[in-house]
């Protein structure tokens, strides 16, 4: 896959931060493993019509999606793999800072909604992108 331009790549940038942002806010909870362990799942169960992914999990079309990517020890590996399959490999830094500040880190805290928002505001500083309208 060819290299983006650093305009192509901000486009990119910004595209999938709204749609993960909106997603993650949509589902109002994080995309954990409810049978135990509470380990954060790229996707996980639904709970009634809600479906749940992870943030980077939200951009992983069906068709690409492997089960074991929820059942590794080894998460950064997986993550360059996940990168890899999606054409996004050179922009590693800013969706591991996706995963962790709109999903990972606000797994078990009681305002799930709230974390997102705060995760999303500082990504939106740190990358200068425009902050997703689901956040505002």
Known sequence: MPKLSISERKVRRQNDFNFIV????EQGMA?????????CLYRADKIGECER???????????LYKAEWDRTDQPA???????????RLEDLT???AIQSELH?????????KKGVKSGAESIARRYELELPDAVK
């Open 31 to 39: 995309s954990t493993d409810l049978t135990g362990g509470g380990a």
């Open 22 to 25: 909106g997603k993650l806010m």
């Open 104 to 112: 990972d880190m606000w797994a078990s805290v009681s305002d799930f």
């Open 94 to 96: 800013f969706y591991r």
């Open 53 to 63: 992914k992870c943030a980077i999990g939200w951009l992983i079309p069906d068709e």
């Open 77 to 87: 590996e997986v993550m360059k793999e996940i990168l890899g399959v999606l054409g």
